[in-house]
């Protein structure tokens, strides 16, 4: 994917938070906020679907298929953030 190089280009984070918000809409990173937040918490295993879904002012739906991808799918990109981060300051 081209959009993958562009952004490992990037040296800090303040250059690609400036990239996304040129190339994304208010909503669209919002939505990419909301998801990367409800991985976090589902993450962490301690909270159910619906405490999250309640927490966080989202659909269980949303919650759902954002455990589906961090769970079930092969991708494994959520997966590979979240083990990459570390400290209580990203959870």
Not at 13 to 36: H, M, Q, Y
Not at 71 to 83: D, F, I, R
């Amino acid at each position: 994917m081209k959009l993958t190089k562009a952004i490992l280009e990037l040296k800090t984070s303040k250059e690609v938070e400036n990239f996304l918000k040129d190339i994304l809409t208010p909503n669209e990173i919002g939505a990419i906020e909301e998801r990367w937040a409800i991985a976090k918490l589902l993450y962490k295993k301690e909270l159910t679907y619906r405490e999250i879904a309640t927490e966080l002012g989202t659909s269980t739906a949303t919650v759902t298929r954002v455990g589906r991808f961090l769970l079930a799918e092969s991708n494994n990109g959520y997966l590979t953030a979240l083990k990459k981060i570390k400290g209580p300051q990203y959870y």
